[in-house]
């Protein structure tokens, strides 16, 4: 079955599957939103079943983002940010985030979903002129998503690039660390890698993903600790590290569970 969404051009239609449940949507379920359809509350009641704590992985995500874009915007003058996998969030969209903190950044949304394109297209209505950009392209091709970045920001001066729940879905190990090499190698020095994934740490967890895997939804990878460090690898990782999310710089509104299998970083290009 499929549903339509306005698309990405005015008057186009978007067929969006709904035979299989899609990560931005049971996402966006887990965060309480509505952006979503039968088959994706159905598979997110059957993960939040065997794995409670997708739920608080998914919100420890955003807050960590949240954080992050702060610190770059306010304590390392960033201006432009790329937010790939950019999903369905439910209260603050990255372009709030980051605009809250310097009212003139530039915001570039990557995706490859198409509930997600007319999702954000609509937000881009709201937002002032240039502000922000939505890229419809795949991260299994970061040379499309760069080529189409250099159109709408400066890439002779700082980007932080945000990679939150999404490596995973690239499933080949080698391929997913070329992924965020492909996308950082055309920036600036300067900028940031802002990376947020999930462990293979937790065995109810692995158990949760390999069900949710075989429902045909595009899968997702729980991966090593020494992994996610890897995406690191030759950046200057920021305090306080590679780290549980809520341990990142934690706030007073801070999820506190730090033993989430979780790992994320914030990391400058030299
Ligand atoms: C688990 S959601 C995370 C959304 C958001 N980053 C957050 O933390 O709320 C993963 C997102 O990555 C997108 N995605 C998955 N595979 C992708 C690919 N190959 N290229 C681009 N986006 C992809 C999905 O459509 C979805 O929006």
Known sequence: MTNTAEGPEQGAEVKINTDV?????????????????????????????????????????????????????????????MDCGTGLPTVDNTHEMAQRAAPGARVVYVDNDPLVLAHARA???GTPAGGTAYIGADLHDPKSIMDGASEVLD??????????????HIVDPDEALGVVRGLMEPLASGSYLVLHDSTDANEAFNAAQRAYDATGAIPFRLRS????????????IEEPGIVTGGAWRPEVDSIDVEDLPTLCGVARKP
């Open 21 to 81: 449940p899609q990560s931005a949507r049971i996402w966006n379920y887990w965060l309480g939103g509505t952006d979503n359809y039968e088959v994706d509350r159905v598979a997110g009641d059957e993960y939040v079943a065997l794995y409670p704590g997708i739920v608080e992985i998914a919100r420890e995500g955003r807050y960590f983002m949240d954080r992050a874009i702060r610190h770059l915007a306010l304590e390392r003058g960033i201006r432009q940010f």
């Open 123 to 125: 937000l881009m209505t």
């Open 155 to 168: 890439l002779s001066q700082p980007v932080g690039l945000m990679l939150i729940a999404v490596m995973g």
């Open 225 to 236: 600790p020494e992994f996610i460090r890897g995406y690191f690898d030759d950046l200057e």
